[in-house]
């Protein structure tokens, strides 16, 4: 039985992770991931670089579907390693500062003819 309250959508999207969040524009690499699945609130990353749970992460997701690129920072809740893919699987929690973003993402995921989904209201 699903726990969460939205909606997740298995696809993968080109992701760009950097430690530090809202501060992570400075020194430091960047790491290239990709989204599992996607939601409103969060996302399942592959990433063969770890975050320790409770970081907060500067992420840069291109959607792939919609051809837009979301920047916003997320909270790792989760991290597990993947052996058969040699990944880490890490589920982060979205830290939605815009509504824009919000938007950017029911528009994505949901599309424009479906209108809201009912846990929005």
Do not use: C
């Not at 969040?21 to 400075?26: E, V």
């Not at 989204?35 to 959607?63: C, M, N």
């Not at 909270?75 to 919000?102: A, C, D, P």
């Amino acid at each position: 039985m699903e726990k969460r309250k939205d909606k997740r959508f298995k696809e993968w999207n080109k992701v760009v992770l950097k430690s530090g969040g809202r501060n992570a524009d400075g020194p430091g690499p960047d790491i290239n991931a990709y989204t599992y699945d996607l939601s409103i609130k969060g996302a399942k990353i592959y990433s063969e670089q770890s975050f320790p749970v409770g970081s907060v992460v500067r992420i840069q997701i291109d959607l792939a579907r919609s051809q837009q690129a979301l920047r916003l920072d997320a909270e790792v809740r989760w991290i597990e390693w993947n052996k058969e893919e040699k990944v880490y699987e890490m589920g982060v929690e979205f830290l939605h500062e815009l509504s824009q973003t919000i938007m950017a993402l029911i528009k994505h995921l949901y599309g424009e003819p479906t209108g809201l989904p009912a846990s929005m209201y």
